[in-house]
T-cell receptor, first 111, second 114 residues
Framework: KQEVTQIPAALSVPEGENLVLNCSFT??????LQWFRQDPGKGLTSLLL?????REQTSGRLNASLDKSSGRSTLYIAASQPGDSATYLC??????????FGDGTTLTVKP | GAGVSQSPSNKVTEKGKDVELRCDPI?????LYWYRQSLGQGLEFLIY????????KSGLPSDRFSAERTGGSVSTLTIQRTQQEDSAVYLC????????????FGPGTRLTVT
């Protein structure tokens, strides 16, 4: 059974700092991995999707990497801003079907 | 274009009543997913539809839960004889093959059972 762990559970940083969020999974037979952000009381917004054959994806200040063999992904956020404050979730799936989610990292960026 | 929409946004019901939650996926998306997010807990998979294939119902917590998808588009999640532990946010997502099945989520329905 796939298990997904996100560390740390919470993170508080001053504005402008670069930071890394971690996601680990137990079964390396994945189809893809997706990073989301969730604002309080809202749904999930897709940030980046990495296919199992890819090593990284970039979008603006965000960069996600994938090391399938070690069961790890990282989300790098450059030059953090208060608007980045949210809960960040990673999700893995073995095929096009259901995803297994981590419990998330709650990020607070202080002005 | 329009994203995934869900209705109602909030639903308060009495214990024992039946409820129906609706999801309108992005047009053209063949895959549709339901998840549940309980207070202080992670997202829990409920059910997955893909085209005309039999749905993956492996996440439904009990036989009080059912879902259907009509015409390959709109989906309805039905909870019969609601219990207080059913209180949660119910999230729907859709995806399609041409975009590597990247999941796009709706805003969710917050269900409160009193």
């Amino acid at each position: 059974k796939q298990e997904v762990t996100q560390i740390p559970a919470a993170l508080s940083v001053p504005e402008g700092e670069n930071l890394v969020l971690n996601c680990s999974f137990t079964d390396s037979a994945i189809y893809n991995l997706q990073w989301f952000r969730q604002d309080p009381g809202k749904g999930l917004t897709s940030l980046l999707l990495i296919q199992s054959s890819q090593r990284e994806q970039t979008s603006g200040r965000l960069n996600a990497s994938l090391d399938k063999s070690s069961g790890r992904s990282t989300l790098y956020i450059a030059a953090s801003q208060p608007g980045d404050s949210a809960t960040y979730l990673c999700a893995v799936r073995p095929d096009a079907g259901k995803s297994t989610f981590g419990d998330g990292t709650t990020l607070t960026v202080k002005p | 274009g329009a994203g995934v929409s869900q209705s109602p946004s909030n639903k308060v019901t009495e214990k024992g009543k039946d409820v129906e939650l609706r999801c309108d996926p992005i047009s053209g998306h063949t895959a549709l997913y339901w998840y549940r997010q309980s207070l202080g807990q992670g997202l829990e998979f409920l059910i997955y539809f893909q085209g005309n294939s039999a749905p993956d119902k492996s996440g439904l917590p009990s036989d009080r839960f059912s879902a259907e998808r009509t015409g390959g588009s709109v989906s309805t999640l039905t909870i019969q004889r609601t219990q207080q532990e059913d209180s949660a946010v119910y999230l729907c997502a859709s995806s399609f093959r041409q975009n590597s099945y990247e999941q796009y989520f709706g805003p969710g329905t917050r269900l409160t059972v009193t």
